[in-house]
């Protein structure tokens, strides 16, 4: 195997072919977030075998949202249901320049 071989796999032990991040690199520690200025989102492996899913208010500094699941496949779909119902809302309300920035990071 070369060194070309070798990158390629390390990255896919972290990415997933949709770019969310593995079982494994959240158990590493990693976190997945995506968000704006304004709000962001956050999927991770709590340490004590959960998977937990936040959302905060950046601006008025509070946590709108936390959601833990033992199953890492329910967290991710809290995780994108939450971040697509928040735009979808915003857009309804009139408020699209609050998300206008939303993006994954």
Do not use: P
Not at 2 to 23: A, H, P, Y
Not at 71 to 93: E, F, V
């Amino acid at each position: 195997m070369n060194n070309e071989q070798r990158r390629v796999s390390m990255k896919d032990k972290f990415k997933n072919k949709n770019g969310s991040l593995t079982k494994y690199a959240l158990a590493c520690g990693y976190i997945e977030k995506m968000g704006s200025n304004n709000i962001s989102f956050e999927l991770y492996h709590n340490a004590g075998n959960s998977y937990d899913v936040r959302a905060f208010d950046n601006i008025n500094k509070k946590r709108l949202f936390w959601f833990s699941s033992e199953k890492l496949a329910i967290a991710r779909k809290i995780y994108r249901a939450k971040h697509n119902y928040l735009k979808t809302y915003q857009r309804l309300s009139g408020q699209e320049k609050f998300c206008s920035g939303l993006t994954e990071y």
